[in-house]
């Protein structure tokens, strides 16, 4: 398995472990309503488990399992790749850190767009290994 | 295709149908009750995507034991049964909490919470052993080979 497939798969298992544990607290603030200021945490619960455990594992399993290039580098350029893996995970990591009130509530477009910045490459990276070799 | 293979996609393939049916009648206010909304998203996103995911990622990603059985296979096996566990407690005690407001509700709640939190650690046991290079799992094979010489 490459190393960007590596980092995302094992990035994604903590986003999930962290998205789940979000969503059992607020889960059980709706039986013990004490914990109601859980539910502050709502959008980080959905950034998380979305975007880092289910697109993030789509994304690494994808740039590992789909068909390779006959020369190399076999999974196009790994710079790009690398990018893609940091523009996501920063992506991330701006909008949590904007939920969390610890940056500015319009960081969120910063954060967007260097999650849009990872898709594109994603799709740049991907577009030609859609493909078949057999005639 | 492995046992629990089937078993994770089959299972996620009737919660797919079952969140769907839920978001129709949501669609409906006769038909509506409280908590439909987190319970249609929750049985799409757990019950059918993450289920899904947990299955397919057991049998294809490499290193898998090729042994059935519970005990071969332990951590997939209690990933399955805590995350469904805790998915039906949520299903049964959600709506029956805005109904009620008996205890047992509350601790159907709590163990659906627990529940769904356990199976993510199980499954993270399961696969990140599993998430290795070509080279480290020649060295992982080699290793296992040598010992067995042993």
Redesign the interface.
């Given at each position: 398995?490459?190393?960007p497939s590596?980092w995302m798969?094992?990035a994604s298992?903590i986003y999930?472990?962290v998205g789940?544990?979000i969503?059992?607290?607020i889960?059980?603030s709706?039986?013990?309503p004490a914990f109601t200021g859980i539910w502050s945490l709502l959008a980080v619960h959905i950034e998380v488990?979305?975007f880092g455990?289910?697109i993030q594992?789509t994304m690494g399993?994808a740039y590992w399992?789909l068909p390779r290039y006959l020369v190399k580098p076999s999974r196009g350029n790994p710079i790009l790749a690398i990018a893609m893996v940091a523009l996501l995970n920063l992506g991330i990591l701006i909008n949590v850190a904007s939920y969390l009130d610890l940056i500015a509530p319009s960081a969120t477009i910063v954060g967007r767009l260097f999650e849009i910045g990872s898709v594109i490459l994603f799709i740049g990276l991907h577009w030609n290994r859609a493909i078949t070799y057999n005639k | 295709m492995p046992r629990l293979a089937r078993l994770f996609i089959k299972t996620g393939l009737i919660y797919f149908l079952v969140s769907l049916l839920l978001g129709l009648a949501a669609e409906f206010k006769w038909l509506t009750f409280p908590g439909i909304t987190p319970l249609f998203w929750h049985l799409l996103m757990v019950g059918w995507i993450t289920q899904i995911i947990f299955g397919v990622s057991m049998w294809m990603f490499p290193g898998r034991t090729r042994e059935e059985g519970f005990w071969p296979q332990k951590w997939g096996w209690l990933t399955y049964i805590m995350l469904n566990v805790g998915l039906i407690c949520r299903v049964i005690a959600e709506p029956a909490s805005y109904a009620s407001s008996a205890g047992l509700w509350n601790i159907l709640i709590v163990i659906s919470a627990v529940g769904q939190v356990a199976a993510a650690v199980t499954y993270t046991i399961e696969l990140w052993p599993r998430i290795q290079s070509k080279e480290q799992r020649r060295r992982q094979r080699k290793k296992k080979r040598q010992k067995s010489n042993n």
């Open positions: 398995m490459p190393t590596r798969i094992k298992f999930l472990l789940f544990f969503g059992a607290l889960l059980v709706k039986a013990y488990s979305i455990w289910i594992l399993t399992i | -």
